[in-house]
């Protein structure tokens, strides 16, 4: 049996046999190690940095988190990985975050073999535009609900549209979704200074 130190990751070419959780064929390469960090620990796949000798950089790979049993009917086991500890701290609950032992995990190369910083940083410039994009989305969506609020809902007979102060505060936020501009800091920002001092 072969020791493996702890992360250093060394794969084995396999021939493809099993199934994940999906259908599809299991991956050619056997992952093995103890991995420190693992983030969303409970998704359906991963991309993972792997030697694929000892001292060749790293490389990316694609592996499902589970398959399906050998012999069932379509029961599904965790992709010869264990849980050893759940790291504690902000945050755990939506994304759990782990130290993981792998034992023969079946996973696919990504590319080319000892490039794997260069495959996951483009996979971390695309998730990083992904959340720019949807957390600006989010704010419009925020935004565009407020107003239509503001046109329904009034206060002593006075619909919140009409209130300068708190369309001097939908401006300013429509204004920062939108981009600063001079117009709008020049102008918003004044009106509710106005109104705070009023």
């Known amino acids: 049996m072969e020791m493996v130190p702890p992360n250093l990751e060394i794969q084995k070419k396999l021939e493809t046999d099993g199934v994940d959780n999906l259908g599809i064929p299991l991956g050619p390469w056997r992952i093995d190690a103890f991995k420190w960090f693992s983030s969303a620990t409970d998704a359906n796949m991963t991309i993972l940095l792997a030697k694929t000798n000892k001292d060749g950089a790293a490389s990316a790979f694609y592996a499902p988190l589970h398959r399906q049993v050998k012999g069932s009917n379509g029961n599904i086991e965790l992709n010869s990985f264990q849980v050893q500890h759940l790291k504690n701290k902000p945050g755990i609950n939506p994304v759990p975050t782990a130290e993981l032992e792998l ?25 990083r535009l992904q959340n720019a994009i949807a957390a600006v989305s989010y704010w419009g969506r925020g935004l565009a609900i407020s107003r239509a609020y503001a046109k329904v809902r009034a206060v002593k007979n006075t619909l919140l549209m009409n209130m300068p102060a708190h369309a001097a505060l939908l401006g300013l936020s429509e204004g920062q979704e939108s981009g600063p501009t001079p117009a709008a800091r020049d102008n918003i920002v004044p009106q509710i200074q106005q109104q705070a001092q009023a």
Request: glycine fraction near 8%.
């Open 103 to 127: 034992k023969g995990m079946r996973a696919y190369l990504i590319e080319k073999k000892c490039e794997g910083v260069k495959e996951t940083s483009t996979l971390l410039n695309i998730t």
